[in-house]
């Protein structure tokens, strides 16, 4: 095995051997890092060999050459120089290993409860926070200059303007938390049990576009079936029935496919009902939990939109981010529980 440390975040990475001198992206920061060559690192054990031989003759050189010898004094100093030195990169591993420590890997309440408190940490709180304010504000914006507007008419031309980057802001905060969603799917499934820090290695928009637009396509895909035959049909029957339940227990499993692989391999349908067949009964409570999940955020929304209040639907906003969180880390914690039996290559 090749151990060394990724230069983006210090992460420690184990690879097998076949992987030297190739580039493998770290699991943490996701920056390419390129593995050690075996073939260099022996080299330049050799070389360091030919050194210390070389230094048993180095009296001899220095006298052949009239160099004055090195006195005690200055012997002493550079002791301590190469002594401070290699206590300074001694340091290097420890300070790694306390970087990897500061994720959570060990549950301190009994799991059906601390599955729940998954978003509650800094990083996962900050996220919510960051996404609940920017949304608010522009929302708050726009009522206020929408009443301006309605006394003092030139305001129209301002309220339209803001108003426009108030729909492209949403859009964009869509896009972000569904990254953010996916990426503590990703967490969780390494074996954390706390939100992850992504505030440092944030994307860019058109990798967040690109991942929810997938997610979306995946989404018309596995829809299109249940659609098309009651566009046929014109009626809800058995079929329909049979081809919704179909379509509703697949979807998990294949939109972990699709942020596992970052492929579409999710739509394939035979790599997706062999995932099914080897892990069936966990497969299969966790797609009741999710549909449960699903079900109680959709109602939640529907309690904001009968009520039509401010403050319900801050709240209502606020627990439907959180929930979503929660449906995350479930995800993540199957893949990581079962991921030697479904043979994924994460």
Known sequence: MIEFYCKNCGWKISLPEIHSGKKYKCPKCKNEVIVPDLKETDSKQNVSRDIEVDARYSSYDLTLLDVPGINEAQSKELDEISESF??????????????EDTSVTERKCPWPVDIFLYPVCKPGLTIIGIVISIRWSFKLLVLLLGAVAMVFSPMIVFFGFVFGIN????IILVFYYFWYFCECIRDSAEG???????????PGLGEMCWLFIRTLITLVIFSAPVFAYYQYIDQVDTTFWVLLAIAVFLLPMSFLASVTFDSFICINPVFLMASVFKTFFIYCLVAVLFSLLIFLIALIWLCNLKLDSLAIEFICYCVVLYLLLIIAH??????????????WDF
């Open 167 to 170: 729909i492209i802001v949403r």
């Open 86 to 99: 290699i206590e300074s990169t001694s340091r290097i591993p420890e300070a790694s290993k306390e970087y």
């Open 330 to 343: 479930l995800f993540g914690r199957f893949l990581y529980r079962y991921k030697e039996r479904l043979g």
């Open 192 to 202: 954390r049990v706390r939100a992850p820090e992504t505030l440092s290695r944030t």
